[in-house]
């Protein structure tokens, strides 16, 4: 039996926070501010879960420059050529068989690219659950061990 392959969770990151009501609220006065809140909620998802977390949001300049947070995500910020779909889907087809490859975005053409390569699609209301999910189980697990 083959052991189960790290999964990696790519974000779409402008998709999202152009998907999110909240999110887009927020964008529409603070681009900045809805990329933290972003980046906050998929750092809490990673906390509790065992994905590695990569973000890709459309930038400035003609490079690809990379940061990293606390948790362990990784940001890309594209510019140039270069858009996010094109690295996510770049990112996809390189390591789809390597590792677990789940892409949030509602980028149908995105989506079906993704698939295409072996992994996983996962809307963005799909994206929302998975967090709000790994929250609950996170709260009923704190909540478990406080009685204790």
Known sequence: MSEPRPSFLLVDG?????????????????PGSAHRELIQALSDYRDWSDDRVVVVF????????EERVAGGIQIFYTSGG??????IERLA????????????????AEQDIVVGAGGEAL???????????ARRDRDGWINRHRRR
């Open 14 to 30: 402008n998709n999202i926070v152009h998907a999110w009501p909240d999110l887009l609220k927020r964008h529409r006065t603070s």
């Open 58 to 65: 459309d930038g400035l300049g003609n490079t690809v420059d």
């Open 82 to 87: 270069l858009t996010a779909d094109d690295v």
């Open 93 to 108: 087809i390189k390591y789809a068989q390597t590792y677990q490859i789940t892409v949030a975005t509602d980028d149908q």
């Open 123 to 133: 809307s963005s209301v799909g994206l929302k659950e998975k967090i709000e999910r």
